[in-house]
């Protein structure tokens, strides 16, 4: 089949890289413009276009889809189907119904839990025992489509999102590859989603990532793994941002929540419902990344100290 591939950022990219190693045909790829990168704001180019200009493949960056002008691009390509795969942007009506095959997305999640932008880690903060990757048809709603194809995976006990989002990136590329198989052999089933089973997954935002110790040390475990290695879950102590790299629950006790309980080589915070975050690893601001022991080694951290 001939395919447009639309998608930016690296979790994409896998998707891509097996659809040209395969039989088919991509004959152009979609990406949001290049961005201004790091603290001297180069611009750069995402990881999907960098490989479509290595193999050779025309690349479009519109900053939108709803002038007209996309789609005479994709008239001019012929694609028998786009596939979407994180591309940031929304399709209009007269794309979506413009190839053969229609519009098929590649979401990382099981559909309809976790519908919208961040579901890899929402999975984790939620306290997923399970996720995978849902291969649907797309429509104009946000993950609405019918569903052509699920793979599940177990969600590790200390997975954070990053070793996540490397995971699902090749499970969602192979099965792609599967389902596309199905759509050209015409054996594809459209299962439609049940919407009251359906939740959302909104973006993250910085502020999400401040932990709050009214919580219970197993929520607050799920955000750490959830937002590494970005935002990164952090706290406030003695006036200065502490990201927390990893951590984990323990026993607490009957001490007043956000109060550091054990401060000898371990370092211990009490948490709600008579439960504790021990941390692991940490990043001070300002410093690099290090062990909650080393942090103790060379500042004093009293016992019944509150973090903010």
Same mark, same amino acid.
């Not at 299962?191 to 089973?197: G, M, P, R």
């Not at 940490?282 to 016992?303: D, F, R, W, Y």
């Given at each position: 089949? @001939?395919?447009?591939?639309?998608?930016?950022?690296?979790?994409?990219?896998?998707?891509?890289?097996?659809?040209?190693?395969?039989?088919?045909?991509?004959?152009?790829?979609?990406?949001?413009?290049?961005?201004?990168?790091? %603290?001297?704001?180069?611009?750069?180019?995402?990881?999907?276009?960098?490989?479509?200009?290595? =193999?050779?493949?025309?690349?479009?960056?519109?900053?939108?889809? @709803?002038?007209?002008?996309?789609?005479?691009?994709?008239?001019?390509?012929?694609?028998?189907?786009?596939?979407?795969?994180?591309?940031?942007?929304?399709?209009?009506?007269?794309?979506?119904?413009?190839?053969?095959?229609?519009?098929?997305?590649?979401?990382?999640?099981?559909?309809? %839990?976790?519908?919208?932008?961040?579901?890899?880690?929402?999975?984790?903060?939620?306290?997923?025992?399970?996720?995978?990757?849902?291969?649907?048809?797309?429509?104009?709603?946000? *993950?609405?489509?019918?569903?052509?194809?699920?793979?599940?995976?177990?969600?590790?006990?200390?997975?954070?999102?990053?070793?996540?989002?490397?995971?699902?990136?090749?499970?969602?590329?192979?099965?792609?590859?599967?389902?596309?198989?199905?759509?050209?052999?015409?054996?594809?089933? @459209?299962?439609?989603?049940?919407?009251?089973?359906?939740?959302?997954?909104?973006?993250?935002?910085?502020?999400?990532?401040?932990? *709050?110790? =009214?919580?219970?040390?197993?929520?607050?475990?799920?955000?750490?793994?959830?937002?590494?290695?970005?935002?990164?879950?952090?706290?406030?102590?003695?006036?200065? %941002?502490?990201?927390?790299?990893?951590?984990?629950?323990?026993?607490?006790?009957?001490?007043?929540?956000?109060?550091?309980?054990?401060?000898?080589? %371990?370092?211990?915070?009490?948490?709600?419902?008579?439960?504790?975050?021990?941390?692991?690893?940490?990043?001070?601001?300002?410093?690099?990344?290090?062990?909650?022991?080393?942090?103790?080694?060379?500042?004093?951290?009293?016992?019944?100290?509150?973090?903010?």
């Amino acid at each position: 089949m @001939r395919i447009v591939f639309m998608g930016t950022p690296d979790y994409s990219l896998k998707t891509l890289e097996y659809l040209v190693k395969s039989k088919h045909e991509v004959v152009g790829v979609f990406a949001n413009p290049d961005k201004p990168v790091g %603290r001297k704001q180069i611009l750069t180019a995402p990881p999907t276009k960098v490989f479509a200009i290595e =193999n050779n493949i025309p690349v479009f960056q519109p900053k939108t889809l @709803r002038d007209g002008e996309a789609l005479k691009i994709l008239k001019e390509l012929d694609p028998d189907v786009i596939v979407v795969v994180a591309y940031g942007k929304i399709l209009p009506k007269e794309i979506l119904e413009f190839p053969k095959y229609g519009c098929i997305n590649g979401h990382a999640s099981i559909l309809p %839990r976790h519908r919208g932008a961040s579901p890899i880690q929402w999975a984790i903060v939620s306290g997923d025992k399970k996720t995978g990757v849902t291969i649907m048809y797309m429509d104009e709603g946000m *993950d609405t489509g019918d569903i052509i194809g699920i793979s599940e995976t177990d969600i590790g006990e200390n997975e954070t999102a990053e070793e996540l989002f490397e995971r699902l990136s090749d499970i969602s590329a192979k099965t792609m590859l599967k389902v596309l198989g199905n759509i050209e052999n015409k054996t594809a089933k @459209r299962i439609k989603q049940n919407e009251s089973e359906a939740t959302y997954a909104p973006i993250i935002k910085k502020e999400m990532a401040h932990l *709050d110790f =009214n919580e219970d040390a197993e929520t607050l475990f799920c955000k750490v793994k959830g937002f590494y290695s970005w935002p990164c879950a952090y706290i406030v102590l003695g006036g200065k %941002r502490v990201k927390i790299i990893s951590s984990k629950p323990v026993t607490g006790g009957n001490f007043e929540n956000g109060t550091v309980i054990e401060n000898d080589g %371990r370092l211990v915070i009490s948490a709600a419902n008579k439960t504790a975050l021990e941390l692991i690893s940490v990043q001070p601001e300002g410093s690099k990344p290090m062990t909650a022991k080393t942090l103790l080694n060379g500042h004093k951290i009293e016992i019944g100290t509150k973090v903010e």
